[in-house]
């Protein structure tokens, strides 16, 4: 029996091509999404040890140890006495907004003026800033802006004057997502200083002369005090810890969309099997006259099946290879900064591919193998391959409904969940359950289906449209199982057409409710003086003008974002909604605290909060929720 399967398969190659067509699309979609997200996690790495390399110790201030967040003078000065310290760069950071060729300002946050250690910075086209007129730009800005070295480039300070540079250099941002969002200048740490009026330094890289980085952690840290000292190593790792959830959710989502055409797959092959069985009824039967057993059928058909199997999940490997390539490429090929590493084949990848691309093409086999144990060897006397009639039975209606309430309850489980990878695997899962419950009623429903669907076609086109209808509801199994691959097709492209749909008809709909303006007056450089209001409000063709007024607070102790609106505002230009208590009569010693800070700070509605701006010496208020 085992020669014989091997010779049928050999003898049909194009039946074996076509069978295999679908399972190796399924497992080169999984394949090409491992080898995408490994190449780009890679990628991360290499970045990130490359950057460990250059440092030994890297310092950064403790959350709320200075009222402006940053390291002081002194810590500078104590690491560099630091015994074993070769030497310590600080790095400066603040706003510096950059002004474009067309007299405006960039972006619609102010470009970050920075001065980054020169062992850290990746200048990609030029040198450093070494004098205080000298400054180099972001690669994105920099081409988004036309800027290029040699090019004079205006910066406002800290004073909103204007400062003007000599472009000697254009730099990467590398990792950095706020620098890359907003964009930055970098200058010497002196210019960087005078131009965003930073009074400290927001990290210090140490140079070891000799000691290892753990000693030197150690007594770096004694120096400082109320600061954090980790090894290079250490801040690369918690860096790279950050940045890879980021790949894992793009590889969940990747996957999710890999395991529908699995699913497909394993659809089309079970149908495949099906129509082969039915079509080598008299093989079958022949077999089982010369001696077959009903094992050896059963046991050919999946050994077939395992064949089939592997030949498809080795293609779909390479295919998976292809993809995960050209995916790269395209990515490298539009500039962006996501980090790529070299493009391969890792065992986890191959073992994934190999073993759902086998377990796939064998489960779906089983039922077609089956079928196959029950031809009779007097089918081989046979001139025309008997139809088996399909009874409902009981048993397929239990197991429709189990799955049925199984996929429902998943699905409420995850929409009631808080949003994150759980529900969404739940929200999956739920939809899989149902859907496999109209599967296995589907041979059921198709009758009826068809014969809905049928009635304008048999009418239009007389006996061929009757024809159709009528061999569509012969064999329901065969036409409800015919089905299923474009009714998930068309269910994909529904779900997410309507998805995407709702998402921006619902992030427009809460926008233009709680924001209903026309025009909104912001500024890079501070604030907006009293006066643009006064004249705004004093033209005919605008109805309301509403200020407002933000920054950063200590509430209760920690820093958030704190804002005064006028009364009147409220309902006109924003209209808040209230997840708890009202906004009616808001006003005198109350406060409204967004629901994501007060579960973090634990307050209700009728709890007072303590508000306190970022000086030492500003005295605290207190403010009814």
Known sequence: MFRTTLTGLLAHRLRLVLTSLAIVLGVGFIAGTFVLTDTIDAGFSQSFAADADKVDVVVTPKDGAEPDGNLPESALAAVKAVQGVKDAQPMVSGDAPLIGKDGKVVGDYPTAGVSIPASRIKITSGRAPSAAAEAVLDRNTAKAQGFAPGATVTVLDQAGKRQEFHLVGIFDVGL????????????????????????????????????????????????????????????????????????????????????????????????????????????????????????????????????????SSVLGLLTGLGLGAGAVAVLRAVGTDIPTGTVSLSPQTIAVGMCTGVVVTMAAALLPARQATRVPPVAALRTQVEEHAFRTGVVRVVFAALFLLAGAGLTAVGVLQKPGQAALLAVMAGGVLVFFAVLILGPVIVRPLSGLAGWVPARLFGVPGRLAVSNSRRNPKRAATTTVALTVGVTLMTFMAVLTSTMRTTVSGQLDQQFPADYILSSQTGTIPRQVADTLRASRDLAAVTEFRGKKAKVNGREFEVGTVTQSAIGTAIEPEASSGTMDGFGGSEVAVADFVAQDLGVKVGDTVTVASGGRKTPSRSWRC
């Not at 190593?233 to 790279?240: I, K, M, P, T, W």
């Not at 797959?265 to 129509?275: C, D, K």
């Open 176 to 311: 950095d997502q706020d620098l890359a969002y907003r964009g930055a200048v970098a200058f010497t740490p002196g210019t960087a200083r005078r131009v965003t009026g930073a009074k400290g330094f927001t990290e210090i890289d140490v140079i070891s002369s000799g000691p290892s980085p753990e000693r030197l952690r150690t007594a770096v840290a004694a120096a400082v005090g109320d600061a954090e000292a980790v090894t290079g190593r250490e801040h690369a790792d918690e860096v790279a810890k950050r940045n890879h959830v980021d790949t894992s959710y793009m590889r969940l989502g990747l996957l999710l969309f890999g395991a529908v055409a699995l699913l497909v797959a394993a659809l089309v092959i079970y149908n495949t099997f099906n129509i082969l069985v039915a079509q080598r009824m008299r093989e079958m039967a022949l077999l089982r006259c010369i001696g077959a057993t009903k094992r050896q059928v059963f046991g050919s058909i999946v050994l077939e099946s395992a064949v089939v199997g592997l030949l």
